[in-house]
């Protein structure tokens, strides 16, 4: 089964960087989409940024200018640059790698177990 591993999180201060990373078990090469999504406390799981095979990036717009999604197909990793940071951007982070499995469409959904960053002075 497919399965994500993610690294990168921790504590930064307001104005610094970070990046995350999410190794996948699957060729991220054969990949439908990739995406990040994060969750402070308290509140719903909200998107963040997605990748599609071809190379399409989209953002929320919280994060656009500030936050670059990217892919690895050699170490089948996907990344999330994180620079600007601000308190608001803390959350602990999640991968999502979608992955079509047959002609019929069917899809595997895999989940990172999640990353916390903090972002405080």
């Known amino acids: 089964q497919a399965q994500l591993v993610e690294s990168g999180g921790g504590l930064v201060q307001p104005g610094g960087s970070l990046r995350l990373s999410c190794a996948t078990s699957?060729?991220?090469?054969?990949?439908?989409?990739m995406g990040w999504y994060r969750q402070a406390p308290g509140k719903e799981r909200e998107f963040v940024a997605l990748?599609?095979?071809?190379?399409?990036?989209n953002y929320a717009g919280s994060v656009k200018g500030r936050f670059t999604i990217s892919r690895d197909n050699i170490q089948n990793t996907v990344y999330l640059q994180m620079n600007s940071l601000r308190p608001d951007d803390t959350a602990t982070y999640y991968c999502?790698?979608?992955?079509?499995?047959?002609?019929?469409?069917?899809?595997?959904?895999?989940w990172g177990q999640g990353t916390q960053v903090t972002v405080s002075s």
């Open positions: 999502n790698v979608r992955w079509i499995v047959n002609v019929e469409g069917a899809t595997v959904d895999a």
């Open positions: 699957r060729r991220i090469g054969s990949a439908s989409t």
């Open positions: 990748l599609t095979s071809d190379g399409v990036e």
